[in-house]
């Protein structure tokens, strides 16, 4: 196969985590045969930096040609002041909006040999094995009327949440068919009991259901499913939410794991082009230290050869190396490691154990 594979680094540890994801596709690329040509565009604050806007012109350009989108991660204190026009976080949801990418998967299944560096008791993580997906092109990001205004009584500041049948349809659909080929089980999040959109959400969510008899359908709470990620989280198989419920509860699953660090995720839409990034941050504090975990972003690199070049026996490949080199306790600094490896030696350790022969140890599931 061939395939164009657009990186966008960013900022931050972005770039350094973004590498091993690349060299590790290479290794792919070499095992079984497959030519990947990769680009390299500016997004976040980088761009800002150099062209004043965090998504220029010619890095979508570079999106769109190409069959997947691999990101690091965007921000950092220096674009952080709240009075800027111009912020990194805007050319992540630019691109979001302007490539259609309406649903993001956030997989959350703690690998058991880190069960330790979860703050939650061991009993309460085993068996987790979680698919969180998070509405991303709508609800109160994008929502207009949006801004501030002063009035007389002072300063005034307004967002919107806003769906459409359509748009909650879409994505709920998408979680059925997914929950079909796992355990069969659905949870719709929302705040039906506050919220207009919530009740179109919900109703929506019972007529696909209808759609798929053997899939299990329950409604949740979303402040009631914040308690129960950390209660009883291994009862969840597929989590459906919007855009902001789905944007704090992922990170508040990801403890569940025991390190931001370990995470991918994918954010596709109605054609295969997807993107993909880990779901930790930028991480200013220990960029260009050569201590980030790259794990986050290797998977999601093999989630990229699973969803948009179809290559289920690479990502796999890829995820029981991760598996294995957990298991042999190759740890970066993030997973409590006495001597940790470098970003670049754990990269090294994942890559080394890349045998297409090799299926995920028991005790670990797949990261599907
Ligand atoms: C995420 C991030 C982004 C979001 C930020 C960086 C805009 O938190 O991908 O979860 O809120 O969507
Ligand atoms: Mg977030």
Known sequence: MNALI??????????????EARRTLEA??????????????????CAIDAHGTALPADTLAGCRAADAIL?????????????????????LLAIRKELG????????????????????????????DIMVIRELTGGLYFGTPKGREQTPEGERAVDTMVYTEGEIRRIVRLAFEIATKRRKLVTSVDKANVLETSRLWRKVAIEVGREFPGVKLEHQLVDSCAMRLITHASQFDVIVTENMFGDILTDEAAVLAGSLGLLPSASLGEGRR???EPIHGSAPDIAGKGMANPTGTILSAALLLRHSLGLEAEARCIEAAV???????????????VRPLSTTQMGDAIRERLDPARRVPTGSRSLD
């Open 28 to 45: 792919i690329g070499d095992r079984f045969q497959h030519q990947f040509k990769f680009t390299e565009h500016l997004l976040g604050g």
């Open 101 to 128: 990418l309406y649903a993001n998967l956030r997989p959350v299944c703690p690998h058991p040999a880190l069960a330790k560096l979860s703050p939650l008791k061991p009993e309460r993580v085993a068996g987790v």
């Open 323 to 337: 598996a294995c080199a957990l298991d042999d306790g190759e740890f970066t600094a993030d997973l409590g490691a």
């Open 274 to 276: 997807g993107l993909y």
């Open 6 to 19: 657009a990186l966008t680094p960013g900022d931050g540890i972005g770039p350094e985590v973004v590498a």
């Open 71 to 91: 990101l690091g991660a965007v921000g950092g204190p220096k674009w952080d002041d709240p009075q800027a026009k111009v912020r990194p976080e805007q050319g």
